[in-house]
């Protein structure tokens, strides 16, 4: 009978959390997430929303660098963090952002309503391809991919800002 940890490359299994430890890792994620919601991104002005997401994507970047290369819990733990800090900025203040770029409010319900849908449809087949090529080049390969992806909304929430 073949080995649970022979089955997998070996860059799979390197921390070995069990799925103890995973879930105090996703505890601490959604602590430190609901906490920055409640507390600093609640009180962003409209006037600082576009230079929040745009801080909040940023963060994203080097979180994908550092989990993809991270060879020691204090890194994966850094990435994680970085990670955490630009999702629980970046997700309201765009959404804030999509809804009050429509002029007309009785159209604003139509652009939340899309603007939801594409990133359901981003959570649905963004772990679908990254999964993929985690499996097929590893993690390096992966995040780099990850961090260069990010820049594209970002560069595309910026000019649909300024235009």
């Known amino acids: 009978m073949q ?5 997998y490359p070996p860059f799979v299994l390197s921390f070995r959390f069990s799925s103890v430890e995973q879930g105090k890792m996703f505890t601490a994620l959604g602590l430190c997430m609901a906490f920055l919601q409640g507390t600093v991104t609640r009180r962003v002005t409209p006037d ?15 979180a994908f ?8 819990l204090g890194h994966f733990s850094l990435g ?7 999702s629980a900025v970046c997700g309201p203040m765009l959404t804030s952002v ?30 679908l391809v990254a999964s993929s090529l985690f499996w097929k080049f590893g993690p390096q390969l992966t995040y ?20």
């Open 65 to 72: 660098f550092i989990l993809g290369f991270c060879t020691d």
């Open 98 to 127: 999509a809804t009050s770029l429509v002029p007309q409010t009785n159209e604003r319900g139509i652009a939340l309503g899309t603007f939801r849908s594409l990133g359901a449809l981003a959570r649905t087949f963004g772990p």
């Open 144 to 163: 780099c991919i990850g961090a260069v992806t990010v820049l594209i909304p970002l560069f595309l929430f910026r000019n649909t800002v300024k235009g």
């Open 3 to 7: 080995k649970f940890s022979n089955s």
């Open 48 to 62: 600082t929303e576009v230079a929040t997401g745009m801080l909040g994507m940023l963060l994203m970047v080097p």
């Open 80 to 86: 994680l963090f970085c990670y955490s800090v630009g």
